[in-house]
C-alpha cells in the first residue's frame, strides 16, 4: 500500500492520537499477517477517516509484509500542523487541544511568530507569515488568539503572549510558509509522470544530479508523486538541461522511502555536476495519445502509450463521444468519423490497453472515461479502432513541444511516433544521430527532407 504523511495524519486522527510524529518504513513494528491489501490512499488531509480517502487500485503493486505501514502519532496539547499548503512546512496553522484540531487567529501575525511555528514543526526558519485566506478559512474551533514571540523559543505556548480560546471578531486564520518547505516535479515531459526530477527548496527550483542515481531512486519520485512505479528507460538529459541550482546529489534510496528527501544523499546544494548530468525520468503512469497509419496526425488508428509501452484500443463499444474525446485531445477539431475494426488504418500490436470507454464528451483525456483497468479486455487487434478527425492543424505549443527530447526514448527503440513505421538514424556517431531511415517493404529508404514540421502525441 503507497503511504505517505497526508495516509498518516487521518489514521492518527481517525484514531483521535492527534497527529504523525513520524512514518517508519520497513515494518518497524513487525511483520503483519493476512492480505495485504492493495489499494493506493490519495488522502487530502481533509477526511476524518482513512476509508473516506480517494482509493486508487489499478496501479502495479508488489508489496509484502517487508513493506507494512507504520505510524507514531502524539496527542499532546498544543501540538502543531500546517493544512491546505504545498507541504508539510506550508499552510495554515492549527493546533491540537483536548483531542481536536482547532485554529489559531491572530489580528498582528509576525515573521517572528511564524519562526516559532517552523521551530517547533522542524522545519527550519519562517520565510513568510501571512493572515489572508491563501489557505482557505477552516470550520473548527478557535483554540488561541494573538500570540506574541520573540522568534527564538522552541515552542509556540513559550510566547510571552498566549491568550487562549478568546473570542476576537477582528482576528483572521494565519498560516506559514517555512524554508524546509520542499516540493518535487517532473518538468518538460509533457506529463506530471514524465521528465527532469526538479525539487523546490529554500525558495527556488533546482534539480537532482545522476551521480549514483538508481531504479530505486527513481521509484521513490514515482511513488511520492503518485505515478506509479519508475520505469527502467534510459531517457536523455542532452535536451532541455535544468536552471538554477542542483539541490541533490549522491542519492542512495532504499525505495520505501516516502519522500526522496528522506533518502542518504550529500547535503542540500552540495555537488560536483553540471545541468548535463540533471536526471530525467519516466513513470509507468505517463500516457500519450497517438493515431497512426493515417495520411496526416489527426486521422488514424488509435493507440495509448502507458507503462512504458504502446498499445491499441478496441473498437467494440467505442462510440462518437468517446471518438470527439480523441479528437479533442489531440486538438484536432471535430470527429469526421470512427474506423472499427482496423479497416482503414491496420491491426496494431502490442497489448490492447483500453476497452469499454463511457465518455461524455467533456473529458479532457481518452483515460479519463476508462471503465476498466488497463489491459482488460476480450478483444483481438482486428477490432482494433481508428478515428478521423477534421483537422490537421499543429498548435504553437505543439510545434514547441514537437521539440521535447523526451521522445528521445522512441528513436533509442526505433519508433517513429507519427507513422507507426520502424526507422532508424544512420551514419552518425550516437544511436540517436544520423540519416533518417524508414523501414519500407523490408528495406530502408532514406526519408526526404521536408518543410512540414512533425508533429508529436498528446500527452497527460
Known sequence: MYFDLED?????????????????????????????WKESYRCRRNETRLWDCPVSSWEQFSCSHENDASVICTDENWSLRLTNGGSWCDGRVEIYHNGSWGRLQDRHWTLNDA???????GCGEATAAYNESKDGESEGPVWVNDVQCEG???????????????????????????SDHVQLRLADGGSPCTGRVELYYNGTWGSVCDDSWDLADA??????LGCGKALDLALPASCGPGSGPVWLDELKCSSNESFLWECPSAS??????SHKEDVRIMCSEHKELRLVNGKHRCEGRVEVFYNGTWGTVCSDTLDG????????????????????????????????????????????FLWQCQKEPWGKHNCEHREDAGVVCSEAKVTKEQHHRSKDCIREYDCKRGLSPDSGH????????????GRVEILCNNSYRN???????????GTA
Not at 8 to 36: R, Y
Not at 152 to 162: A, D, I, K, P, T
Not at 329 to 339: A, E, H, K, T
Request: glycine share 10%; hydrophobic share 30%.
Open 8 to 36: 498518516a495524519n487521518v489514521v492518527c486522527e481517525h484514531l483521535q492520537c492527534g497527529t504523525v510524529t513520524s512514518i517508519p518504513g520497513g515494518a518497524h513494528f513487525g511483520k503483519g499477517a493476512g492480505p495485504v
Open 115 to 121: 519562526n516559532v511555528v517552523c521551530t517547533q514543526l
Open 152 to 178: 527564538n523559543e522552541l515552542q509556540l505556548q513559550n510566547c510571552s503572549l498566549f491568550t487562549l480560546n478568546s473570542s476576537l471578531t477582528d482576528s483572521m486564520d494565519v498560516g506559514v510558509l517555512c
Open 219 to 224: 521509484d521513490v519520485v514515482c511513488k511520492q
Open 268 to 273: 542540500w546544494g552540495n555537488h560536483d555536476c
Open 321 to 364: 463521444p468517446d471518438a470527439e474525446v480523441i479528437c479533442k485531445q489531440l486538438q484536432c477539431g471535430p470527429l469526421s468519423s470512427i474506423d472499427y475494426y482496423a479497416q482503414s488504418f491496420g491491426e496494431g500490436s502490442g497489448p490492447i490497453w483500453l476497452d469499454g470507454m463511457e465518455c461524455i464528451s467533456h473529458e479532457s
Open 422 to 433: 520502424w526507422l532508424r538514424l544512420f551514419g552518425g556517431n550516437t544511436n540517436c544521430s
Open 447 to 457: 526519408r526526404p527532407l521536408s518543410r512540414k514540421k512533425d508533429s508529436i502525441a
